[in-house]
């Protein structure tokens, strides 16, 4: 894994100097409220709070959905960041793991829900010993257990997190019906990532006064972002950062950015230039709008050629199938082996598309959308480049030719 540094910010990333033990936390925060169901969902309802994993969906929607059933309710923390390039939960796991776990304790006191499952990912050791150095410090009084997942790419999404919780092998399946309706055992399961869980607890923490000033009237609040130079398989380091909402992307991510081609939302998300990723901000309506989801907050600039970076990631991804859904486990690799092909001249863009539509909606989880994404998003933004690519040069490479990158 490559460097990974978490800055201080304004609200869930604030006090990090302090180290992550639950006294620094305590003194920090103070104890835990008790709040009951009405008043936390008043509090999420104000507070707009939204998932952080890519979706941005209600908060309370979910909790008010997960307490209307008839079974007790599951609350499960997921870890597992289902983005490779995403590291926020990972930042928040080594510096703030007392804040997570505060906001999944609260939410199952308030729900009456007896267990709370933190699910961990098998290929960031370091998370793994973190959290469980940080719930060993604690007695909360409310069934924790830990379960770490494959290290898959897929093991992160939300219905392979429920598989695995439930004694199953944690890939994805088709759900029916959403999680906080029926997910583990059947139950009504409130089921976040780890920065959402920050969020809540923060707001129960602290209120109003814990984010004033911070976001819009429409988006209050932060965001974290995992920032990287040549995160698209490079060694740079990876940086992680607390933005409030409606900030200018100009005026948060580093100077290094600048000027280089952009990755937005990580290995399923969207290129952009950088001049029209420097002037939007930091918002998810705005960004959808500019067709460039923010999903985890993942921002990679390309530290060479975009046309090369997409091509690695696109292929990678179709490695990581699941091997369930034929669309996925023969459509990605096809997909990717035509995007090569048009890339060196050998191939058919109007093959490519129709391919990222074939394999689009079709599986059990969003992973061949998400590539699909990624793949359309090529076409569109570096259409140029891949004709340039196609007569066998490269005009974006810092360091020389695609060809000579990829040797
Ligand atoms: S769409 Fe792909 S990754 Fe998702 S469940 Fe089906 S085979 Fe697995």
């Known amino acids: 894994m490559t460097t990974l540094e978490v800055r201080p910010g304004p609200a869930v990333l604030a006090g990090i100097e302090r180290g992550p033990s639950l006294a620094a936390h305590r003194a920090q925060y103070g104890d835990l409220p008790r709040p009951g169901l009405d008043e936390l969902l008043a509090l999420v309802e104000s507070a707009a709070v939204r998932g952080r994993g890519g979706a941005a969906f209600p908060f309370a929607t979910k909790l008010r959905t997960a307490?209307?059933?008839?079974?007790?309710?599951?609350?499960?923390?997921?870890?597992?960041?289902?983005?490779?390039?995403?590291?926020?939960?990972?930042?928040?796991?080594?510096?703030?793991?007392?804040?997570?776990?505060?906001?999944?304790?609260?939410?199952?006191?308030?729900?009456?829900?007896?267990?709370?499952?933190?699910?961990?990912?098998?290929?960031?050791?370091?998370?793994?010993?973190?959290?469980?150095?940080?719930?060993?410090?604690?007695?909360?009084?409310?069934?924790?257990?830990?379960?770490?997942?494959?290290?898959?790419?897929?093991?992160?999404?939300?219905?392979?997190?429920?598989?695995?919780?439930?004694?199953?092998?944690?890939?994805?399946?088709?759900?029916?019906?959403?999680?906080?309706?029926?997910?583990?055992?059947?139950?009504?399961?409130?089921?976040?990532?780890?920065?959402?869980?920050?969020?809540?607890?923060?707001?129960?923490?602290?209120?109003?006064?814990?984010?004033?000033?911070?976001?819009?009237?429409?988006?209050?609040?932060?965001?974290?972002?995992?920032?990287?130079?040549?995160?698209?398989?490079?060694?740079?380091?990876?940086?992680?950062?607390?933005?409030?909402?409606?900030?200018?992307?100009?005026d948060v991510l580093p100077a290094a950015a600048a000027d280089r081609p952009v990755l937005v939302g990580g290995y399923h998300g969207a290129w952009a230039t950088w001049d029209t990723l420097a002037s939007a901000r930091v918002s998810v309506p705005q960004l959808r709008l500019l067709c460039v989801p923010l999903g985890a907050g993942v921002v990679l600039s390309a530290d060479g050629c975009p046309v090369d970076a997409s091509l690695r990631i696109v292929s990678w991804l179709a490695d990581q199938s699941a091997g369930r859904c034929g669309p996925c486990t023969r459509g990605l690799p096809a997909l990717a082996a035509e995007l090569t092909a048009a890339a060196d001249g050998t191939g058919d863009l109007d093959r490519v598309r129709e391919l990222a539509g074939l394999v689009t909606g079709r599986g059990a989880c969003a992973h061949p959308d998400g590539t699909a994404r990624l793949v359309r998003s090529v076409l569109t933004a570096w259409p140029d480049e891949l004709a340039e690519h196609a007569r066998g040069g490269c005009t974006m490479s810092g360091a020389g030719t695609c060809q000579e990158l990829a040797s």
């Open 67 to 250: 307490a209307r059933g008839r079974r007790r309710p599951v609350v499960v923390v997921n870890l597992a960041e289902g983005e490779p390039a995403s590291s926020k939960d990972t930042a928040l796991a080594l510096t703030r793991p007392h804040l997570v776990i505060d906001g999944a304790v609260v939410t199952a006191r308030a729900l009456g829900a007896r267990e709370v499952h933190v699910v961990l990912p098998g290929e960031r050791p370091q998370v793994v010993a973190a959290v469980t150095r940080a719930l060993a410090e604690r007695d909360d009084r409310v069934r924790t257990s830990t379960h770490v997942t494959s290290g898959r790419f897929v093991a992160g999404q939300a219905r392979a997190v429920v598989e695995l919780v439930s004694g199953r092998d944690g890939l994805p399946v088709t759900a029916w019906v959403p999680e906080p309706v029926s997910g583990v055992g059947g139950r009504p399961t409130l089921l976040s990532n780890a920065e959402t869980w920050a969020h809540v607890a923060r707001w129960v923490l602290l209120g109003q006064r814990g984010y004033a000033g911070l976001g819009t009237a429409s988006e209050p609040g932060t965001t974290l972002l995992t920032w990287s130079l040549d995160g698209t398989g490079g060694t740079q380091p990876t940086t992680v950062l607390e933005v409030p909402f409606g900030s200018r992307f100009r």
